[in-house]
């Protein structure tokens, strides 16, 4: 498995919006839910977890999209409207960044999947760990380690 070089400089599809991570990811995962695939436009989502002060939008002024809901907020270009990044309420210490925005995004490969119970039948992502629907809360802490522990 390739690590992440920091730092790392990406973008949205047109480049009004740019962005710099600078710091360890936590976690990849895949998402198949049927919400991830209305807003990716395809099977599943991916994501790669980054500590939020280790994420930086240096251009631009993303916009919320998706659902608007309260507990995620979706990140997205005003111009081209590619869904670049995600914060949860209560999960203000991570970002979950769509690793295709990063200039070099061939390091990336799902750690985990998630609801693969949703999954469309022919989509496979090669990830460690596969979930019905979410791992417990509890069990996050050792996801990352175990993760972070797999990046030397
Ligand atoms: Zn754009
Ligand atoms: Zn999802």
Do not use: K
């Given at each position: 498995m390739s690590a992440l070089n920091l730092p790392a400089e990406g973008g949205c599809r047109c480049g009004k919006v740019r962005l710099k991570v600078s710091a360890k990811p936590l976690l990849t995962m895949a998402?198949?839910?049927t919400g991830c695939q209305s807003m990716?436009?395809?099977?599943?989502?991916?994501?790669?977890?980054?500590?939020?002060?280790?994420?930086?939008?240096?251009?631009?002024?993303?916009?919320i999209g998706g659902l608007h809901g309260s507990m995620s907020h979706h990140y997205f270009?005003?111009?081209?409207?590619?869904?670049?990044?995600t914060r949860t309420e209560g999960m203000e210490f991570f970002v979950n960044l769509r690793p295709t925005m990063l200039d070099d995004a061939s390091w990336f490969t799902p750690f985990i999947e998630t609801w693969t119970r949703e999954k469309l039948a022919f989509a496979e992502t090669g990830a460690k760990r596969s979930y019905e629907a979410l791992p417990e809360m509890a069990a996050y802490e050792g996801l990352i380690k175990e993760y972070m522990g797999s990046q030397a």
């Open positions: 998402c198949h839910c990716s436009s395809s099977a599943y989502s991916l994501s790669v977890a980054i500590p939020s002060d280790g994420f930086e939008v240096t251009r631009g002024e993303p916009v270009c005003p111009h081209c409207m590619t869904w670049m990044f």
